[in-house]
Each structure stands twice: as C-alpha cells, then as structure tokens.
C-alpha cells in the first residue's frame, strides 16, 4: 500500500549543504536531547566531509535502530528541539533527515554490525522482537554473547513493523532493521508466545540471563454500547492490517477516538485509505491533547476535522453518539485511547516486580528485582518512543554483560 512519505530524504548536494549548516557546537545540546546520545556534530561533520559510510557507523555505535529514528523520532522535540539555531531565531538543523541520509547510505552499501563469535558463549533470550529487543540483542552480541529472540506474533520488529504510521515508516523498512541485527548470529523465534508455547522454566534453565521487551498490549476498550460492532475497532489492529497488506474499506466518514499521537496516526491513515472525512473526537479541550503540536498541525492540514469536549456514550451502524447530544457519522469507528498492560504474561514471571502494571528495574543497567531478568521499553516506560526503547534495550544489554562477567 503505497503512502506518500511524511518527510522525503534529502538529495546527496542538499545533505553536503545542509551540513555545513552545522555549528558542530562542543557542548552539543542536541547531543543531550537524544536519548541515545548519539554524537550528532560528529557524524553532521563526516557528511559534510564526504564521509557519509562513517556517519552512519557514528549514528550506530549509539544507536543500533538509526535508520528507524530517522524516520519517527519526534525530532522537533528532542535533537532539533535543542539546536542552537533557535536561539537566534533560525531553522534548525535537519538532524532526522542528514541521519536518515547516512543511514540509507549504510544499507545501500551492505554495511555490517560488529560482533564476535565465542566457542561455548552464554545464552541470553530475549522476549519479544521489538526495538529494546533488537537493541539489546546487538549490544550483546558485539561482545560475543549468543541471542535468541523469541516473539509471538509473525515478523519481527515490534512497533516498527505494525505499530508506526505507513506514512513513517514502512515494514519493509523494519525488516532491514531486523536482518541487520540478525546478520550478527542473533536467532529470531517467531511464532513463539513465551508462558503459552515455551515455558518460562524451560526459558529460565536455558538461558543465563533473560531480558522481557515485550511492549505494550491492544488498545483498552471503552466499555460502551456497540463497541463489539465489526466497523468499531482498535487503532493498533488497524494500522497493523493496512501495514501487513490486509485488504481495508473505511467507508466515507471516520470517526478517531482519542487525542495522542496514535490517534492522529490512524486518522491520517484513513484519509490515505480514501475516507473523505475524517474526526478526531477528544472528550477534552486542545489544550489538554497528549499529541506533539506539530502532529496536531500534520493533522490539520491534512483536512483531519477535530471536535473537542466529545465523550462518546453509543456507537451505531453510521455514528457515534456523544455525551453532549452530538451525533457523528462514521462507517468506521477507531479507538485509540491508550495501551494496556500486558499482564498476563508479566504476572507469570513471579520473581520480578510490577508497579503500575510496569516492570520495575534499575534505571543505570535494567535489573529487574530478579537478577536474571533484565528489562526494557514501553513494559517498563509505560510507552514512550522508539528511540526510548532503544536507549533502554542498550542500556539492559550493556546491564547483562556486567552481570554476566
């Protein structure tokens, strides 16, 4: 399904420009605001010099999913956000694109993760193939440590693969993520719902230490009068279908419940899909929308129509119902109000800790209060970004090591 890209990669000429843009600041704050602190004036400056292979092995070392931060990091808010431009009143410098340049450019050149190979190496399982997965897995194989992953649903990548907007990033566009990771001996076990079709005694006697990535849950239902109706469905289930190429009809008017990211995400995706109108209804006002302003703005203009203080009481064959007498058409209902908790799972493994429905763990090195688990991402975040995942399943990866040694 062919999406028309959010934000189209830079040319060769205007990346060597937009580079020498670049203040390559010592005391970087862009740096900072990354959470996975990848030396961004380091790997500007090698673009800028025609060092674009050694740009994309900078962006790496920090952090192994570069290529997918490019694409889906709210910049605006984190690099970007910080660059010292703003404080003369200038554009930024486009990080997320000269990134994503050097990036591409790695793939393109079948470019290769360091890793070791050590006869008789300790075992370590990952649970669930999303990025703090993939990003623990790399980390510890750089250092010789054997990795398999094991995840229930059937590709890997996690969020990448179902849960970030086509407009984002594509699922052909993971799978390279993943092979990447996989090219340095990392098995991937599909198909493989840990608790349910491997247990976790087996898993516990198997593997030295064990890391939980497993994310967050399907979106929590309303609980209200004609939710379980076909045309009423979850925003991650929907943006999963018409990302793994499952035939879609949404009919003329959409109706998007929610007011974060994800919201604005499937509204979008309808649009794309062929809905003539498309609403987001929040039941508070715009200044209480969890949504990044400049999505909201994407928003705008892509002709999404917002309805605020919309508490919607009854869903019908053709509408929504609000709590305020508004009715809404909609031959498709999308609700996007938050992720649960994947309990069940967690609450088999007895040893660690759950605060919240969260992993609890050492933020310095993701022990949990069990030493063998080690743990990351939105099961331990709550659900923040991929690149949080990253920083987090590195950070877990780098924790085992110690641990280990």
């Known amino acids: 399904m062919n999406f028309a890209e959010l934000h189209p990669p830079l040319a060769p000429q ?6 020498n843009r670049c203040l390559f600041c010592f ?4 740096a900072a605001a990354c959470p996975t602190h990848i030396d961004v004036p380091r790997f500007i400056k090698k673009i800028a010099t025609g060092n674009v292979f050694g740009s994309a092995e900078t962006i790496l070392e920090a952090n192994v999913l570069g290529l997918s931060c490019s694409r889906v990091c709210p910049v605006q808010v984190l690099c970007e956000g910080a660059c010292v431009y703003h404080n003369i009143n200038h554009q930024p410098i486009t990080i997320g694109l000269l990134q994503r340049h050097a990036m591409e450019h790695f793939y393109a050149s079948a470019g290769k993760l360091p890793y070791k190979t050590i006869a008789n190496a300790k075992k370590v399982a990952c649970i669930g193939a999303g990025p703090a997965s993939l990003a623990c897995a790399a980390e510890l194989r750089k250092h010789g440590i054997d990795v398999t992953i094991f995840d229930k649903r059937s590709q890997p990548g ?3 693969t179902y849960g970030v907007a086509q407009y984002k990033f594509t699922p052909n566009d993971s799978a390279r993520e993943v092979e990447l990771v996989r090219a340095t001996g990392v098995e991937f076990r599909s198909g493989v ?5 491997l247990s976790i005694e087996d898993l516990e006697r198997d593997f030295a230490a064990i890391f939980i ?7 929590q239902p309303l609980g209200i009068p004609g939710e379980e109706m076909k045309h009423v469905v979850n925003a991650l289930e929907f943006i999963a279908a018409y990302k793994t190429a499952q035939p879609m009809h949404v009919g003329h008017c959409v109706a998007v419940i929610g007011g974060g990211n994800t919201a604005i995400d499937a509204a979008i995706a309808a649009k794309y ?9 929040y039941r508070r006002t715009e200044a209480n929308m969890s949504a990044f302003s400049f999505e909201y703005e994407h ?21 929504v119902e609000c709590e305020n007498g508004e009715v809404v058409p909609a031959q ?7 992720q649960s908790r994947l309990l069940e799972t967690l609450q088999k493994i007895r040893t660690i800790e759950l605060r919240n429905g969260q992993v609890v763990v050492n933020p310095k090195t993701g022990q949990t209060a069990d030493p063998k688990y080690f743990a990351g991402g939105d099961c331990v975040n709550g659900g923040r970004e991929v690149v949080d995942g990253a920083a987090e399943g590195k950070r877990a990866g780098q924790g085992i090591l110690q641990w280990l040694t």
Request: glycine share 12%; net charge negative; charged share 15%.
């Open 27 to 30: 005391d970087a704050p862009c």
């Open 213 to 219: 990535g497993i994310g967050l849950g399907s979106t």
């Open 299 to 319: 928003a705008r203009r892509a002709g999404i129509n917002f309805i605020w203080n919309a508490r919607p009481i009854r869903f019908t064959e053709n509408s």
């Open 332 to 338: 498709t209902v999308i609700i996007a109000i938050g």
């Open 193 to 197: 719902s840990v608790g349910e079709d």
């Open 14 to 19: 205007a990346a060597v420009a937009e580079a």
């Open 158 to 160: 996690g969020l990448n």
């Open 273 to 281: 899909l062929g809905a003539a109108h498309v609403s987001i209804l």
